[in-house]
């Protein structure tokens, strides 16, 4: 997991710097879309900071969580807002708003919130990475993994996947019949997450049923974990449409822009990696926890395809 970790990290600094230095991405931005810019880095600054300071002194370090499904949205129509309500950053944002809504509510019903802000669930990764690994007993190391990765990479993470919408502005190019087929797609692939979000809430619904009325776990509960549905065909079928989303989000700026590449493409791309090595952690987990778990991982792809 350490290695994964500096990997994560390492590949944000190479981004940064391909993004700054590289030649082939432009970056004449107007004055208007520069200071958004800067509005929204000292939020993704500000909002970083607070994850941090609220996660050491409660010891919940889920607060990026609490944020995951909502910054996005302040991003996003914030540059809609200043850019007078361009139309191809209007169905961004609505876009954002309906992927934001679903996640905030799948959150929700897992015990995400609470009327205490900092507060609510906190995701179990967190507790294992403290308990398993020799340098996180250390509080010291454990605060500057807080510091350096759970705050301030992800939620530089979620301020880099949010920014294709700053790159169809500053493409200055008129709504197009792509926009509206780029949209449609990023729909389905929401209404297809929910429906695997749904799949695995009614499974873990039912098991825990069984185990809290202290019966036998039986049928398809009893391995512990779902393969069916959409889960039979991808181990992670909720990963593989959270993926799609934001690559499809930044396609949005590469209609706008006429070209495949541009500076933008950088958080989709650390997006995925950032999902492969969760998934990887996650089912190191499950395959000690579900002897069944290492035979489904042979017969079903983690993503698709792969």
């Excluded at 909002?47 to 010891?59: D, Q, R, V």
């Excluded at 389905?188 to 049923?209: F, G």
Aim: glycine share 4%; hydrophobic share 45%; aromatic share 20%.
């Amino acid at each position: 997991m350490i290695k994964q970790i500096i990997l994560l990290i390492t590949s944000i600094c190479i981004a940064a710097y391909m993004v700054v230095y590289s030649k082939i991405f432009d970056f004449e931005f107007s004055a208007i879309q520069l200071q958004s810019f800067y509005n929204m880095l000292y939020l993704y600054i500000g909002s970083a900071t607070y994850c941090f300071i609220a996660g050491e002194l409660t010891k919940n370090f889920s607060q990026v969580d609490r944020l995951w499904s909502t910054i996005p949205l302040v991003y996003c129509w914030y540059f809609t807002f200043v850019s007078e309500m361009e139309p191809r950053l209007v169905l961004m944002s609505c876009l954002v708003t309906i992927w934001g809504l679903r996640l905030s509510f799948n959150f929700a019903r897992k015990g995400g919130y609470s009327l205490i802000p900092w507060s609510g669930a906190e995701d179990y990764r967190w507790e294992v990475l403290q308990r398993d690994i020799p340098v996180f007993k250390k509080k010291i190391n454990w605060s500057l993994f807080n510091f350096f990765f759970i705050c301030f990479y992800q939620m530089g993470l979620i301020f880099l996947f949010s920014l294709p919408i700053l790159a169809a502005w500053q493409a200055n190019s008129d709504i197009s019949f792509a926009d509206v087929m780029i949209g449609l797609f990023m729909l389905i692939l929401i209404i297809i997450q929910t429906i695997a979000d749904e799949q695995q809430h009614k499974y873990q619904t039912k098991k825990y049923e069984f185990i809290k009325a202290k019966k036998e776990v039986r049928g398809v509960y009893k391995k512990g974990f779902i393969d069916t549905g959409l889960w039979k065909y991808s181990r992670h079928p909720n990963y593989t449409c959270e993926q799609l989303i934001w690559i499809t989000f930044y396609l949005f700026s590469v209609s706008a822009s006429g070209e495949i590449l541009n500076w933008s493409i950088i958080g989709c791309v650390l997006l995925v990696l950032l999902f492969y090595f969760s998934a990887k952690f996650s089912e190191g987990i499950s395959s000690k926890k579900y002897p069944e778990y290492k035979n489904y991982q042979k017969n079903t792809p983690m993503f698709i395809g792969f």
